[in-house]
């Protein structure tokens, strides 16, 4: 059965300590994205890498970093730079359907600093 | 700068009728649009898309119109049920330059629930 999955679903931290967030999927899809939800601001993009090796800034990287070493693998790092990290957290990978680039995302996983 | 605005934040229907979401853009170069459902604690799921050189495309009960010189795009849902309660995303995606790497801009979402 293919998809995304996302770990751990729920996550705490304490001020000052990095966590990373697994994402992997089996789908065979070469793109992959993280996405970050607030409340009222959408989804907004963090890193996105469309092949192995390479990734590239979203629009809010400040205090993230990510890595692709695998096809399968697209894990974030929240560090400790990441001024305001509580929020869920969402990663996806993407297809190209009837000309439009779909995004299929994973079930997202909460991070909550104490 | 919000490219991809969602104005009303949520929607109530009643069971049966008609569900009109809404989605404003300002960026001319999108050319291709797409609705997300997502459910709590869940990840978005791909509804419907349309095309810039479309007005309308259909699956099922979901229907999306597309407004270019209004840069207005609307999702219909008939008959609404409970089980589209949920919040919906719209999203664009502009090709131009021969970007294909799907760098989705979202709306903030609207709730909707539907009402037995």
């Known amino acids: 059965d293919g998809g995304i999955t996302q770990s751990p679903k729920y996550l705490f931290r304490k001020e000052g300590q990095n966590v990373t967030l697994s994402c992997e999927q089996n789908?065979?899809?070469?793109?992959m994205y993280w996405y970050r939800q607030d409340p009222g601001q959408g989804l907004r993009l963090i890193y996105y890498?469309?092949?192995?090796?390479?990734?590239q800034k979203g629009d809010i990287a400040e205090g993230y970093s990510v890595s692709r070493e695998k096809k399968e693998s697209f894990p974030l790092t929240v560090t400790s730079a990441q001024k305001n990290p509580t929020a869920f957290y969402l990663c996806?990978?993407?297809?190209?359907?009837?000309?439009?680039?779909?995004?299929?995302f994973g079930a997202g996983s909460r991070l909550t600093v104490l | 700068d919000q490219q991809v605005k969602q104005n009303s934040p949520s929607l109530s229907v009643q069971e049966g009728r008609i569900s009109i979401l809404n989605c404003d853009y300002t960026n001319s170069m999108f050319d291709y649009f797409l609705w997300y459902k997502k459910y709590p604690a869940e990840g978005p799921t791909f509804l419907i898309s349309i095309s810039s050189i479309k007005d309308k495309n259909e699956d099922g009960r979901f229907t999306v119109f597309l407004n270019k010189s209004a840069k207005h795009l609307s999702l219909h849902i008939v008959p609404s049920q409970p089980g589209d309660s949920a919040v919906y995303f719209c999203?664009?995606?502009?090709?131009?330059?021969?970007?294909?790497?799907?760098?989705?801009?979202f709306g903030q979402g609207t709730i909707l629930t539907v009402h037995p």
């Open positions: 890498s469309q092949i192995v090796n390479d990734f």
């Open positions: 999203a664009a995606n502009s090709h131009a330059g021969g970007t294909s790497y799907g760098k989705l801009t």
């Open positions: 789908l065979n899809h070469d793109a």
């Open positions: 996806a990978s993407s297809i190209w359907y009837s000309g439009a680039n779909v995004l299929t």
